[in-house]
Each structure stands twice: as C-alpha cells, then as structure tokens.
C-alpha cells in the first residue's frame, strides 16, 4: 500500500490497524477510538501515575490519571516540591498530544525522490527492521569509504539523563565531530550574564515566597520560562508583600498584573540596566553586606565623575568602581530615557523600588533581555542589577542550584578506535570558534555550540553531511531564518527523523522513525529545580503504546547499534552492552527494552539505594521511586556561594576578569586583538568596555524607512516549545495569549498606527522582513507601543498534522512562521540565535 503525504494522515487519523496491516510490524496496534470502546471506563476508578511533563523546560514531575488504560487527566506530582502539586495549563496538552491521530504510527520510508517545501514525500510503511537494516547501511557505507564524519546528530529537545546514549555516544564512537543540539535556538544567551558575572553558566532559581522585589525582565513567568505552576502559584502573594516590576516591550501576562510595566524599546534593555545600575550607585542604594562601601563611609558616586579605586572596600564583588568609571557614570535615567523611551522618572522610581527591597530583590531575566544579536552584554547588564542589590543566593533573592545525586554512565573512550578518534576532530560546520563567532560558552572560546548555523555550513558545503539523523526536533520550523534549512535539508542524500509527528523537517526525511511521545510512553530520568529545591523525576510509560513506537535514546539506539554490529562495526554495540550492567544485580541487557530499563535504573540509583542516606527525599527501592516518581532535594542554603564563586577571582564580577582571560586567550590564539574580535563579531564595545556589563546600541535588519515596524517574538502560554500545535486545545484556548484569537494568529499593532496606516482588527496583513514575508490577521491592540508589532511564536505550521496546518495536503499553513521573518543572526559572543531585541524591522501591508 503506497502512502502519500496528502493521504497519510487522512489514512492514519481513520484506521490505524489498515496501515499496519501492509507492513511488517511488531505489535498489534489499535485505534484509540477502539480501544475506548472496548473498555467503557467508568469514573471514579483509576490510578495517578507519576512521570514527567516535558511541555516546556520546567520539565514538571507530574501524575497521569489512567482509567482503563486511558490517560485521563494530568496533574502535578503531589510530593514535588517544584511545582507545588499543580502543573500548568498546558501541562493538559499532553492528553491530546499523546492521543494526537495524525501521530506516526509506524516507521516509513520516502520513495519520491524530491525534496522540498510542499514536495510530497510519498511515504511507504515499513518495518523497524527494514527501516534499522537501511540506516545501518547507509552508516556503513561511510565507515567503509573512510568518510564517518559526513554523518551528523543534530539533536532538538531530549530526556536529561538518556540523551547521552545518542548525542554524546553515537556521533564520537562512529567518528564525526558533528552532533550538534539545539540549545543555542533556546535561551543560551542568558547563560552569559550570570556566566561572566558570577561564573554560572546556568538557569538561576529565585526564593519567591520571601520576595519583596520582583522585576521579571525578557520573559512572562505566568507564561512560561522554567517554572510556570511555582510562578502562578506564589505570584498573588509577592503582589501583596512587595512590588512587581516587569520590564517587556509587550503587555505579557506578568506585566498586566505587575506594579510598574516598562514597555521599553526592544533591545534597549543594556540601557535601561546601565541607568538603574547609575542610579543605584549614586542614590547609596546598593547592598553593603554584598557589595561593600567606600572606606570613608561617605557616597563618592558622582554622577559624571570617576571614582578612585582605593576609596571603595569590597566584599563578595569585585570591580564595582570600575563598572562605574568606564560604563555607569554619565548613564543617568535622563539618559537611559532617551535610549528606552520609558520616562526617567519611572526608571528612577523603579530603582529605588529596587533598592529599598534589597536584597530580597529578584531580578528574573529571560531570553527577553539576551537573545538579542549583541544580548551577552545586556544579559550581564541585567544580571549585574542583581549583584548591586546583593540578591545573589540571598533571602528572596536569585540562587544557582543543587543538583540529586544521578548516576553516571561509563567513560565511552575505551571504545573509541582510531577511525573514531581521527575523523572526530575534523572541522565543525556550525562556524564556531572563529573571530566572528567567538561562541565563548562556560568561559572557553569555541566552546558553545551555534545551532542554527549548521544550515548555513551546510549551505556552503553540500557534501558535508551524506546522513543526517535527527531526534526532537524541527529546525525548518523553530529557527530563524527557516527557508535556509529547507533550502539545506532538500540537498542532504539520507535524513533520518525520529519524531512523533511528520512536521516540516520529517517532510525532507527519507527514514522517518516513529518516537514515543515521551512524557508518556518514554521511559528516563528527568532533573531539574524549582522553589529552592532540585529534584529528579521518573519519565515512564503510563499507558500501552498504541503505535509501533520507540524510544530514540535507548531502545533505538540499541537496535542500530545492533545493526551496526552485524555489518562489521561494533564499538558502539560493545559499549552499550559491556558497560551497562544493573545497579542492583550487576546483569547486563540483552535487549532494547532491558537497555532502556537498565539505563534509567543507573541514572537514578544513587535516590534509590543510596550509600549513604541522603539530605533530601528518602526513597526505599526502584518500585517505590516508580510509585512517588520523585526525589526532591533539601532546601537550598542562603549565601551558599558566596566566597566561592567560580570567577576568576572568587568573587561576583561587575569588572570581568574571566571574560577578561577568555578573550586573551582566544586573541591569542587567533593571534589578533580583542577589539579586532569585538569587530569581527559586530560589538560596538572597545578597549575596557568589553568586559564590564554595558550597553550596546540595538542592531537591526532592514532600514527605518522600508521596515518601520520592531518586530517582538515571544511564546503562546500554550506553546509546548515548537509542539502542541497540532491539538485542538491549543487552538481552542489561543485567546489565553492576551491579545490573541483562538484558531487564528494575530499581528497585534497600537491603535496609533493602525489609523496611520488605515488598518483595523480583522485585516488580513502581509508582514514583510528583509527575509521574507508571512501573511496573517491584524489586531489594534494597546499591549504594544507605537512602532512595534507583536506576533506569538507558534502557529503557521505548514506540516504536522491536520489541525496545525490549514491545509496539510496542501502544506498551507494556519497563520504564520515568525521565523519566516526573522533573520538568521547571532549573539556571536555565545553563539545564540537571535530572536528578540527587536533585531528584525518588518513592513506592515494591507492585501
Ligand atoms: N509557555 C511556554 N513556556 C515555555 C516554553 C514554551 O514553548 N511555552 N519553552 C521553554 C523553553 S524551551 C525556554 S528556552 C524558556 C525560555 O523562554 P521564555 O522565558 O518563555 O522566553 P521567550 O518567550 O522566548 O522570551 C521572550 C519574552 O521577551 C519579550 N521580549 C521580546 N523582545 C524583548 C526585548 O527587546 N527586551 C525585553 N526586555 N523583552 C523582550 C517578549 O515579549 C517575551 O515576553 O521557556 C520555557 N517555557
Ligand atoms: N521565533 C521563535 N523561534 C523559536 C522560539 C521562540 O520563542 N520564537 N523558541 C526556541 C526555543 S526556546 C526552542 S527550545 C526551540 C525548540 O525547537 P526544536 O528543538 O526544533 O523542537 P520542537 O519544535 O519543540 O519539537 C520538534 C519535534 O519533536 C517532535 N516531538 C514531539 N514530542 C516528541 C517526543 O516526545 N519525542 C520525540 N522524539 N519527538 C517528539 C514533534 O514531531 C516536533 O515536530 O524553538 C526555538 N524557536
Ligand atoms: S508545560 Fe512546562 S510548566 Fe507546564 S506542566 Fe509541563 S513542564 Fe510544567
Ligand atoms: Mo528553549
């Protein structure tokens, strides 16, 4: 039986069972439908089931309510800390997703040829053998033709423990340096400012319940970011004990309940930083304990005057007088007003909001405030506020993390031979490492991965990458400057997808692999932290698979490695099976299904059968950490990294010697200057501004005159990253988005231009960047100042599914891709993609 793109999901969404009868497969399977009318359920009885809910990088320990095999209904883990026993709204989205019918149901193998946007794959079913027998072939003919590095993993989200069996193993066993994730689509920007500031490369966490100061700066917490039920759930009393402050050019959710809302010019946030860091400074108001003061007790910060280092005793910061003479001395709020637009008054009532709360002042920043193409800087400029409010691992401040106690896998080198060890470190593709892509992650230049150039190295070298295996991911989709990867993905000669849902970049696969649907029918370990408290959270199945589905970073991965074996190449083989004997009685698997057992039981065994007891959770056994699904950490202690920072100096940086070092030795390296770099990378900053948090002037695509409009991107509260557009509750529920309308995708403009412009609500507008162009409905809306359009990140999938797309067959999507508009730039300082800063002008046209 042939399947075409146009009628695989009408096939697969009607009768399951008649697709799996032309294959091979494994398992029966049957329709959901069916099997609910088999078993009526009745109400009433049923089980919680814990896992984990990975809609979002909150990654909630949930409970699953399964009635007669049906999930039911979803609720937050009653014993997690985290999240308080509540999840999300969207944490309801997983039902539908794992029920979603246009879910790919059995592995499928492309036989048209041609790839493109709208191209028809023609995808035929096969079996798991067949379609394992094709890639390890595929993978062998590179070994045997000396060339393993023109195999690439890219990897888009992921389950925290197992991912390792397939992005850190496959790729450096088989001999390629190109695995690359996704993580520089994501937020790693923001990782800068608390990285070249305090030396934490990392998410922080923030003592809500004894908050008196909440400035929530680039993100919507109410929203989403990385803790959305702890949020909602202590947001009403921070509002009554303190002051909320939200700094976003949109009216998000947590800006329409805050105190003050500073709709600031998009990318000014270094500005608006710099004159609250100034009048902090000069108002007296920073935190002593933290900071320190001037020997003679006496406030020497002038406005407009430098200050003599001497005359300052610091204690856990270093470098403040130096952040005041080279950025802070002349940034008044008169001045940030002009940068910002947001009235000096207000910034200067804000600030001494800020400071008189101190330190339980907590200044939450998000991709907001860093995801800009110049964002490292203003991240730490954000972050830095925090550090002169003494907050930092503070009482109602903004705390690094704990972490449980994970199990480690085994070293893989032993199992590297020489084809692997040579052939992995040719040169990546994704440009890093350059003088104009420093990507300077964790304090090494070189270090941090830049996603969403690979589509770009793909583009200048086109024999490259001959098989392409992807997991979780969606990159013609989620990253900016989308056209380039459908440009890229229709030139790679085998592309393999491992995915729940043939969305945009499974239409170029010629493998498509069928996924479980993770938070349900996976099987893993998941950590994270939340309120004071890290946790680690069971991922199991909660009901039967209903499709001929497989865990990528376990179950498949042992099957190719299978394959891989029997063609002669076993190393990755031998290292699975050699390495990963039971925790508890040392057997080793002999099967895909006993690999992904074995591997969660290492991952969580030291919660489980502890050598010695622990601080946080008691857990007697593996049954019962799958009964509570959950071990949650103590609570973290105040002031735990104070003195010990992991800066070069110990101490919190507003001067950055480790920015310092690490651009000396890169230029070094490169045997160049660090303003020849700063240049190369398109920074404003010279000589020792580069190394303080400072304020550097928006870029931006497209001229005033032909783009007049700052573009602002930002997530639905629905939004399970780039997936759960395919349910009918995310369209059903859009209107939550405040401004927006459910099954629709709105452009919201101020009522100002919209009467400049001639335009009303309903319009159907074209949008247009130097880019390209997207068409959608027009919304007046006063959430966005005069000159700025907003749009949700979401909707205008073209591929999916049948409630995504408008038009599946016809690959016409239901509204549209931001990413369509948005250019493909970078903070090249971290390797980040841009998305915010309102880095991209558009046109707005009435058709
Ligand atoms: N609901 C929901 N929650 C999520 C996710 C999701 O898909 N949906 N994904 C998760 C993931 S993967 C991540 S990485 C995190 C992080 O992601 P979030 O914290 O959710 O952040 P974004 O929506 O990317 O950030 C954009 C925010 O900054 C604002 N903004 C845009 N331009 C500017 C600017 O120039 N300055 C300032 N100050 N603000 C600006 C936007 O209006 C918006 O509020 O969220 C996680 N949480
Ligand atoms: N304009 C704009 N672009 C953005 C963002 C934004 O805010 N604005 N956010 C960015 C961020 S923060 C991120 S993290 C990225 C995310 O972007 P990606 O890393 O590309 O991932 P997604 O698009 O979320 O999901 C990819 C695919 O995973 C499949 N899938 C769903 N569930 C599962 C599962 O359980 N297992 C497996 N194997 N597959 C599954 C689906 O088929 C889906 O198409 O997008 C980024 N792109
Ligand atoms: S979507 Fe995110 S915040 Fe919501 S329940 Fe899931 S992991 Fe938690
Ligand atoms: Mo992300």
Redesign the pocket.
Known sequence: MKLSRRNFIKASAATGGVILAGCAASKPAMNAMAEAKAQPSSPGTGDWIPTT????T???P?EVYVQNGRATKVRGNQLSKA?NGY??P??HLIIHQLYDPDRIKVPMKRTNPQKGRGVDPKFVPISWDEALDIVADKMMELRNNNEPHKFMYMRGRYSATATELLYGTVPKLFGTPHAYSHSALCAEAEKMGPGYTQGFFGYRDYDLEKTRCLVIWGCDPLSSNRQ??NAIHKFGKILDQGTVIAVDPRLSASASKAHEWLPLKPGSDGALASSIAHLLLAEGLWNKEFVGDFKGGKNLFVPGQTVDEESFAEKETYGVVKWWNIELKDKTPAWGEKETLIPAEQIARVARVMGKAAPATAVWMGPGAAMHPRGTYSAMAVHALNGLVGSIDAEGGVLQELKPPLGDFAKIDPYKDETATHFGHEKKLDGRGGIDMPAMMKAKAGSGVVTNNVANGMLKDPEAVKVFLSSWSNFNFSATGAHRWDEAMARVPFFVHMVTNPAEMTQFADIVLPATYNAAEGLSVISNKANMHAHASIQQPVVKRLWDVKQEETEVVWLLAEKLKARGFSKIHDYYAGEFKDPETGKAPTNADEFAEIVARISSAPMWMPKEPLKGDRIDGWEEFKKKGIYNTEKYPYKKNWGKFKTETKKFEFYSETLKKTFSEFAEKKKTGIDAILEASGYTARGELAFVPHYEPPKRHGSLSEYPFDFIDYKSRLN?EGRSQNTTGYQEFKKVDSGDTSWDDVLKMNPVDGKKLGLKTGDRVKISSTTGSITTTLKLWEGVRPGTVAKCFGQGHWAYGQVAAKDYAKAQPRGGNNNELLVDDYDRLSGATARNGGFTGVRVEKI
């Open positions: 809910c990975q809609g979002c909150a990654w909630c949930v999240n999840c999300c969207r944490g959305v039920p399970r």
